[in-house]
């Protein structure tokens, strides 16, 4: 049985810095892609980043590039985010999403929530002063 468990939210002051973990279990994870999704009560799911099965290439959000960095530890089985310069509209509900395949083939695919079919239980991240 395939298993996402999140880690490593909450409060930051911004400016500040969070790093998220993602322990996975019951699938091979180095096979499959993975990415992290958040979302804001009353808003959409927007998707952060994401990860090819052997870290080789990476996406993320404009709201979020240049100040998150994803990666990934495949003897670990962990998946990892790094968020840094963290801002109060970072503030959310942040998920371990795995893939239905190794690798994405178009830039759209990052955020095809059609492509995902595991989600861990979530992590709250808070940016406030």
């Known amino acids: 049985q395939v298993h996402l468990v999140e880690s490593g939210g909450g409060l930051a002051q911004p400016g500040g810095s969070l790093r998220l973990s993602c322990a996975a279990s019951?699938?091979?994870?180095?096979?499959?892609?993975m990415a992290w999704a958040r979302q804001v009560p009353g808003k959409g799911l927007e998707w952060v980043s994401a990860?090819?099965?052997?870290?080789?290439?990476?996406y993320y959000a404009d709201s979020v590039k240049g100040r998150f960095t994803i990666s990934r530890d495949n003897t670990e089985n962990t998946l990892f985010l790094q968020m840094n310069s963290l801002k109060p509209e970072d503030t959310a509900l942040y998920y371990c999403?795995?893939?239905?395949?190794?690798?994405?083939?178009?830039?759209?695919?990052?955020?095809?929530?059609?492509?995902?079919?595991?989600w861990g239980q979530g992590t709250q991240v808070t940016v406030s002063s």
């Open positions: 999403v795995k893939s239905t395949d190794a690798r994405y083939y178009s830039d759209t695919d990052f955020y095809t929530e059609g492509l995902y079919d595991y």
């Open positions: 019951g699938f091979v994870f180095r096979n499959y892609a």
């Open positions: 990860i090819y099965y052997d870290g080789s290439a990476t």
